[in-house]
């Protein structure tokens, strides 16, 4: 199985463009999350699904906008690039039925300048 | 807001054990402990968790206090690569209880040292 996996692994942007970053899960879970983590931090909660069709605002929502596809698919968009978004983003899911674990992607870095 | 307090940073010589603690002093009686690190830039990783029994598993043993207001997670012969930040976090199950997200607080860096 391939787990979570995200695209781009790296990306720079100019402020002011927009991107997309995708995220999809091969393990048929329930719920998916958007991280952030800056240099020396700890990871913070942009949004989360805890279901197909639903989205809910985490710590840090503000300059974010997220899109569940479908069961499989998560993905975060950036409308308009900030040097502030400069981070590295994770992507993980979780199967909600039972008591499991989360499975985490191996991360976008990204740098605007 | 983390529910948990670890401190910032650990060292532990290699083949040693490694015993990282952590203080959950609100913890509410459905919350389970769960036990994640992340390797230099990796993603996160599962490691372990638990309830109220102490539990083991192939990559460590969380030893949880009778109050349920604090746990040690023992890496019984720590390796080089074994150096990462462990996080503790505390969380209501099942997931979808409410729609609590998995919260991460700024975990412990451990060293482990030749």
């Known amino acids: 199985n391939a787990g979570v996996t995200q695209t781009p692994k790296f990306q720079v942007l100019k402020t002011g463009q927009s991107m997309t970053l995708q995220c999809a899960q091969d393990?048929?879970?329930?719920?998916m999350y958007w991280y952030r983590q800056d240099p020396g931090m700890g990871l913070r909660l942009i949004y989360y699904?805890?279901?197909?069709?639903?989205?809910d605002k985490g710590e840090v929502p503000n300059g974010y906008n997220v899109s569940r596809l479908n069961k499989r698919e998560f993905s975060l968009r950036l409308e308009s690039a900030a040097p502030s978004q400069t981070s590295v983003y994770f992507c993980?899911?979780?199967?909600?039925?039972?008591?499991?674990?989360?499975?985490f992607g191996q991360g976008t870095r990204l740098t605007v300048v | 807001d983390a529910k948990t307090t670890q401190p910032p940073s650990m060292d532990c010589a290699e083949g040693r054990a490694a015993n990282l603690p952590c203080n959950h002093s609100?913890?509410?009686?459905?919350?389970?402990v769960y036990w994640y690190r992340q390797i230099h830039s990796q993603g996160p990783q599962y490691i372990i968790h638990?309830?109220?029994n102490n539990e083991t598993n192939e990559m460590a043993s969380l030893i949880i206090t009778e109050d349920r207001k604090s746990s040690t997670l023992i890496l019984p012969h720590a390796t080089l690569r074994d150096t990462a930040v462990y996080y503790c976090?505390?969380?209501?199950?099942?997931?979808?209880?409410?729609?609590?997200?998995?919260?991460f607080g700024k975990g412990t860096r451990l060293s482990v040292i030749a």
């Open positions: 993980a899911s979780i199967r909600t039925e039972r008591n499991t674990e989360a499975f």
């Open positions: 393990m048929n879970h329930n719920s």
């Open positions: 699904s805890a279901s197909e069709g639903t989205t």
């Open positions: 609100t913890i509410s009686g459905n919350e389970y």
């Open positions: 638990g309830l109220k």
């Open positions: 976090i505390v969380r209501v199950l099942p997931y979808n209880s409410g729609n609590t997200p998995l919260v």
